[in-house]
């Protein structure tokens, strides 16, 4: 009998206990973090950062410039990937609070596979890596 009345007690702690103490603190702020995947059709680096050929939703080639810091920085708002699985290139960019927070590149291990690009030579292309956030059309 003692036995039954113990493991009653456990069962209803073990189920009763996460929703207790899982609730939120008061005054505690909750933030959330949106991932969206974009797929990529081409990936150009560049010695400033990458350009990169994505699709839009309406089927018409869309372009961003990731600057090279966003991926080089301790805390920075980019990290590269690589990987030689069908599925790439693609890139997940994260927005915490609707605001754009990080994004990660997925691009082929291969140099030499078909999605890597180069840029021509000779062009100033500063202007268009002196991004601080990404400004993407869906």
Known sequence: MKIRSVLTILIILLTA?????????????????LAETVYIQRVY?????????YNRSD?????VYLPG??????SGKGSIMYNSNQSVP???????????SHVRLFVH????????GTL????????????ETLDIVY
């Open 45 to 53: 680096p560049h010695s400033q950062g990458y350009k990169v050929v």
């Open 59 to 63: 089927l018409y080639p869309g372009e």
């Open 69 to 74: 810091r966003w991926f080089t920085q301790a």
């Open 17 to 33: 206990g996460p929703a207790v103490f899982g609730q939120e603190r008061e005054g505690e702020q909750k933030s959330t973090l």
């Open 90 to 100: 693609y890139m997940t960019v994260f927005y915490s609070d609707g605001v754009f």
């Open 120 to 131: 021509p030579g000779g062009k100033d292309l500063s202007q268009e890596f002196a991004v």
């Open 109 to 116: 291990s291969n140099p030499s596979h078909p999605t890597w």
